[in-house]
């Protein structure tokens, strides 16, 4: 009785450790895609920002201030319509871990559910045939 026991809790910690690790390797896949977003959008933004500041040093007239001021509103525009765009990507990215967080948890408890129904199954079946 005692072996029957301890194999079942093994089973049990073995299939908690698989389903542990595969919960933490989905989440860190969607942290990884979230912080290559992130980083993507930060990389345009300083580039599209560095080039807006060496035009800036090199306005010298009223005319060029102009331009500057034109093309300083459509720098912002881009930015501000690329972190939208970041933040809707990153959103779906969450998810569809989350998503695949609940399958796991989802799988976990039918895994839970057939490991206490089936021997429940075979003490009345053994019930019944006697």
């Known amino acids: 009785m005692t072996q029957q026991l301890n194999s079942q809790i093994f089973a049990y910690a073995k299939q908690l450790t698989d389903s542990a690790f595969k919960a933490q390797s989905v989440a860190l896949k969607g942290l990884e895609k979230v912080a290559e977003l992130q980083i993507k959008a930060l990389e345009k933004q300083a580039e599209v920002t560095a080039t807006f500041f060496t035009d800036a040093f090199e306005a010298r007239d009223m005319d060029g201030l102009r331009a500057l001021w034109e093309k300083g509103t459509a720098v912002s525009r881009e930015n501000a319509?690329?972190?939208?765009?970041?933040?809707?990507?990153?959103?779906?990215?969450?998810?569809?871990?989350?998503?695949?967080?609940?399958?796991?948890?989802?799988?976990?408890?039918?895994a839970a559910n057939d490991a206490v129904a089936a021997p429940v199954a075979a003490v009345k079946k053994a019930a019944a045939g006697k």
């Open 81 to 110: 319509e690329r972190a939208v765009a970041v933040t809707q990507e990153i959103i779906a990215v969450t998810q569809k871990t989350a998503e695949s967080l609940n399958a796991l948890v989802q799988e976990q408890q039918q």
